[in-house]
């Protein structure tokens, strides 16, 4: 890359990187961003180029069958896909834009030339980028200041973002229950959860949930419009999405856990920071007068729930992802611990700024600050059941039960080390569910030796 080189496997490493990378310690280091802008280059180059490999769609109907060109479609269709996702999640115009390749590269997936399941799971999680990026840009929720300010208070407004939300439901019940993994359903309630997001204000202010997001202890210094009637519908909608959210997090077993990309941690803690702007701090004035102590209870409860599943899967820090997010979780529940005292105790508290991902630090969790107050109803264990409210998926989910073990890639490449590479690989992104799906994202490199 450095020389300019350009080639299917070039784009295939950059995209592995940007999907396994470990995030660093600090927010502004990370560098997933760079490296997906450098395979999107990469992928304009070749398809601006003169060999018919990468022309999609391809005039030459001899070429439609290769080997060679599966891999291409592949590889750009995942490229546009991190491309979308990192740019969704970001708030950012992306690097690569749909355009009628990115259609027939869907088509070519799920026609009867790939047999891999893998192949069928890709094509659904780009519909579904697709619909959320059309969504959003229909409703001007988006990717620059100029494009998502808007006034959600216009009935026309609210009625395009009900359409949207339609749209993206309808996928969801049209899709076939062997292509849905629990990371594909974590991705859906992602994008109800941007397309429901916009109702909480009045002029949309889409900074406020990108990433390291801003939490204010006070209401009345956030751009919510409480005082709004669709306000009071959007909330209760985001809070339904969101603890929906945690609860597949919470399904996956410790195991699983820590083999799963990072970005399976950043989207529970997209839910995690909207339960807490709008059930811990969710108070108008200093007095507390509108708050809902039931409400702060079961939202520092379920934060509990997030954090021992964390610290099961950190395996006493041998696992680096897990152990991060489990370090980063608790100084933010400490903090939401320590705001509820004050309340309980009529202390008044100055307005702060919490900015949960800027510090990616691993302190040790062990010996981390545990106030007595944190540990709100620590004699009764607290079921799942009860703090969701919700009915679980079913288990098997987790473990991947789609994996196809009839499926073999023994003949698509030339040595038996390369095979295997690539097969750890798809069966690991696809028939586990573990697909590269967009910003920061890591894996412990131990699990690859394995």
Not at 193 to 214: C, I, K, Q, S, T
Not at 231 to 241: G, K, N, P, T
Not at 320 to 341: D, K, M, N, Q
Request: hydrophobic share 40%.
């Amino acid at each position: 890359m450095i020389y300019g080189r350009k080639s299917i496997d070039l784009i295939q490493a950059a995209l592995v990187f940007v999907t396994w990378s470990h995030p660093p310690d600090k927010f502004q280091y990370l560098n997933f961003g760079q490296f997906i802008n450098i395979a999107a280059t990469m992928v304009i180059d070749l398809r601006s180029s003169n060999d018919e490999r990468y022309q999609i769609p391809s005039s030459n109907p001899e070429v439609l069958h290769t080997k060679e060109y599966l891999e291409a479609v592949r590889a750009f269709s995942a490229c546009y896909f991190l491309c979308s996702g990192i740019a969704m999640s970001f708030r950012r115009p992306s690097t690569l834009y749909y355009g009628p390749w990115v259609q027939e590269c869907i088509n070519i997936l799920d026609s009867p030339a790939s047999t891999h399941l893998g192949d069928r799971r890709l094509a659904a999680w780009i519909r579904l980028q697709r619909l959320a990026e059309e969504s959003l840009a229909i409703a001007r929720v988006g990717s620059d200041e100029n494009s998502s300010r808007f006034n959600h208070s216009d009935p026309r407004t609210r009625f395009i973002l009900q359409g949207c939300l339609e749209r993206v439901k309808d996928w969801r019940q049209n899709l076939p229950e062997e292509i849905m993994t629990l990371t594909l359903e974590i991705h859906y309630h992602v994008i109800l959860l941007n397309l429901y997001e916009p109702g909480l204000y009045d002029n949309h202010e889409f900074r406020d949930f990108r990433p390291p997001y801003a939490i204010h202890t006070f209401l009345s210094t956030n751009t919510f419009a409480p005082d709004l009637p669709q306000y009071v519908d959007a909330r209760i909608e985001c809070l339904d999405v969101a603890r929906n959210l945690i609860q597949l997090f919470l399904q996956f077993s410790p195991k699983i856990l820590q083999q799963v990309p990072v970005i399976v941690f950043t989207r529970m803690m997209y839910a995690v920071v909207m339960i807490i702007k709008l059930e811990v701090f969710n108070r108008p004035t200093t007095d507390g007068g509108d708050m809902s102590e039931a409400e702060q209870i079961a939202a520092l409860d379920l934060m509990r729930l997030v954090l021992e599943k964390l610290k099961l899967s950190s395996d006493e820090g041998r696992f680096f992802i897990p152990t991060t997010f489990h370090a980063v979780l608790g100084r933010l529940h400490s903090r939401c611990v320590e705001s509820y005292w004050r309340l309980a105790m009529g202390q008044n508290e100055m307005n702060q700024i919490i900015k949960p991902l800027m510090n990616l630090q691993v302190q040790d969790s062990s010996k981390e600050k545990e106030e007595t107050s944190s540990e709100v109803h620590r004699e009764r264990p607290i079921p799942q059941q009860q703090v969701l409210g919700l009915e679980y998926l079913s288990q098997q989910t987790e473990d991947g039960v789609f994996l196809d073990t009839s499926i073999s890639l023994d003949d698509c490449f030339p040595s038996p080390a390369a095979n295997s590479g690539v097969e750890v690989l798809w069966t690991n992104f696809f028939s586990k569910g573990f697909l590269p799906t967009g910003t920061e994202q890591g894996f412990d490199m131990r699990i690859m030796g394995t």
